[in-house]
């Protein structure tokens, strides 16, 4: 009779395999894998290696191992992204969210004046809620509206919020960006799709083969979302309003002058952790993007899990 196998064990197993599929980090990946999927913190796994593992959760841990050496994604197996300290759940219709993208979040904090205002926010390709969730999780008074293509995105949107309380305030709707969309928002984010497709078969495989091309496919030159989304920005926006969107790597200056062209003007760019232009700032007129002056420092809210 098979004894069961002991945390220390499956680990030992895992770096070998991720070791042979070429992962630079193997034994980083396979920690990683093994608290994600058997739910357990690093420190538990380190104080307790000699800890026996149930058939189930072996059999388990043995499907995510062989995901991951096909290079899936850990998020797509375990199904969750933590994005500004908030878990967000995925699907295969969802982009799972990157750091990058909280530079979006943060530079629209900046433009806040007051926190306790009443905000109508909108975020356009809304995927997985995140941007439009961390956002209602830092704005308390503010009521939101995501919308995507994808109905399974939605779904997870929706399941999101429920699970983070904000269900009352968070609604997403099925649309091909903006078009049937009346009103003025307050705030308008979006991280449009900007890969060109010249790009696509150069991307890591863990993007290429996993994410949605929906999310990421921006037409031949990755500017095709730019140039649908900005003029109805423009359309919907707040007199006293502001937009941020998110850029890919070099599409600042395009970007900026589609948004010239479509009567908006850009603030300062905010630049990620890598140091790259990230999140781009748009208003109707200057003033809009002023407001920072008038605010406080950025901090992020963690919620227990």
């Known amino acids: 009779m098979n004894m069961p196998a002991t945390l220390a064990e499956l680990l030992d ?7 042979a599929a070429g992962f630079e980090a193997p034994a980083f990946e396979a920690r990683a894998l093994l608290t994600g999927v058997l739910g357990l913190s690093r420190e538990e796994m380190l104080a307790h290696p000699g800890c026996a593992i ?24 375990t199904g969750q992204r933590e994005f500004w300290s908030l878990p967000i759940g995925l ?13 979006v979040v943060e530079a629209a904090l900046a ?24 956002l209602l999780w830092e704005l308390p008074r ?23 309380e904000l269900e009352d305030r968070a609604e997403f709707r099925v649309g091909d960006w903006t078009h049937g969309l009346g009103g003025r928002f307050d705030i308008i984010v979006s991280n449009p799709p900007y890969v060109a497709e010249a790009e696509w078969a150069a991307l890591p495989p863990e993007v290429r083969d996993f994410e949605p091309e929906l999310a990421l496919n921006g037409g031949p030159d990755g500017l095709a979302a730019y ?3 900005v003029p109805e920005i423009a359309r919907l926006l707040a007199a006293d309003g502001f937009a941020v969107v998110e850029l890919g790597a070099g599409q600042h200056d395009d970007v900026a002058e589609i948004c010239r062209n479509s009567g908006l003007f850009t603030g300062p760019v905010r630049r990620d952790l890598g140091g790259h232009p990230r999140a781009l700032p748009l208003a109707r007129r200057p003033v809009g993007l002023e407001k920072s002056k008038a605010k406080k420092k950025v901090g992020k809210k963690a919620i227990p899990v």
């Open 13 to 19: 197993d895992a770096v070998a395999v991720l070791g």
């Open 142 to 164: 503010a009521r939101g509206l995501g919308i995507d293509r994808a109905p399974g995105a939605l779904a997870m949107a929706r399941d999101s919020a429920r699970r983070l």
């Open 91 to 103: 699907c295969p219709d969802t982009l799972i969210p990157r750091p990058d993208s909280e530079t």
């Open 54 to 77: 149930d058939a189930a959760a072996r059999a388990r841990f043995a499907d995510a191992l062989g995901r991951r050496a096909g290079r899936e994604p850990l998020a797509r197996i």
């Open 111 to 134: 433009l806040v004046a007051d926190r306790d205002e009443e905000h109508s926010i909108l975020d356009l390709g809304t995927g997985s809620g995140c941007l439009l969730l961390a």
């Open 227 to 229: 140039r649908a989304l």
